[in-house]
């Protein structure tokens, strides 16, 4: 019990330091709001491996942070492998076709009535699909290997991009619209000028909601059919094995990537959309 009593009062120390900090007046400094996440996180690692440890759980239920470490530092070749097979070719190469896919389609609508009435109900009918029915259907028309997982991607990513992109594309106002028709501006020019820029913050929240549907696709369609790597195969093994340390170990490497490609397109829209008033606050 002495374990858990000290995780418990590093937990505390940990949150007592994050309420200073939250409070303090350089709580807007960059350090700052790097650091509470931080610290927030190891407090979770340290109060995890104090229970698990103190309290003798069986690593079957729930392995050790420690433990965790350890075979993701010795499965280092299987979790590259793994990643390559799950995240590179299935989520990012679906993300790239669905999101695509979805801009085209989003600028196709906002040029014609008759599309909007007709490809946005189908688009939220595919969207409401549970996903779970259709991974196995797209394995079987797609085989096994990472062409299936791309598909089953596409179809995750393509609506929420799609619904963001075309009332993105509606932002600009009426004013701004006879301001460029007071230039002779065509109306590719005024998509190009105005209503592009101007839809770029709804662009980028569909793009980083996708990004962790994307992820999130290809690892549940690597359980119905998957070459011998890839996360969603092995974690699907992994639990069969009662190998749940690399299990958490697949897990935290999902977790990263998401993380990691998440900033990645909040950078770009930093750099994209730096005029907006949601990217000069603190």
């Known amino acids: 019990m002495t374990v858990v009593a000290g995780a418990l009062a590093f937990w505390l120390a940990a949150w007592g330091l994050n309420v200073l900090l939250a409070r303090s007046r350089w709580r807007r400094a960059r350090v700052v709001r790097i650091a509470v996440p931080v610290i927030f996180g190891l407090a979770v690692l340290v109060l995890w491996q104090g229970l698990v440890r103190g309290l003798g759980v069986n690593p079957v239920i729930l392995p050790a942070p420690t433990d965790i470490a350890a075979t993701f530092a010795t499965s280092t070749d299987t979790l590259w492998q793994d990643f390559v097979q799950t995240a590179l070719k299935g989520a990012l190469s679906g993300y790239l076709i669905g999101c695509g896919a979805a801009f085209v389609t989003a600028l196709a609508i906002d040029r014609s009535a008759f599309l909007t009435a007709g490809l946005l109900p189908i688009g939220n009918f595919v969207a409401a699909l549970p996903i779970i029915g259709v991974a196995p259907i797209l394995v079987s028309w797609f085989g096994f290997d990472w062409q299936s997982k791309a598909a089953v991607v596409v179809a995750m990513v393509f609506f929420p991009v799609l619904v963001n992109v075309v009332q993105g594309l509606r932002e600009a106002d009426a004013m701004q619209k006879d301001l460029m028709r007071t230039y002779a501006a065509s109306s590719w020019q005024t998509l190009f000028k105005l209503r592009l820029p101007a839809a770029m913050p709804f662009v980028f929240n569909g793009l980083k909601i996708a990004t962790t549907l994307a992820l999130i696709g290809a690892i549940v369609a690597e359980y119905f059919g998957s070459p011998v790597r890839g996360m969603g195969f ?16 697949e897990i935290a490497v999902a977790a990263l990537v998401g993380t990691v490609f998440y900033g990645i397109v909040a950078m770009i829209e930093k750099l994209v959309t730096f005029w907006h008033p949601s990217q000069r606050v603190g």
């Open 234 to 249: 092995r974690i699907s093994t992994g639990v069969g094995r009662l190998a749940i340390d690399l299990v958490w170990a």
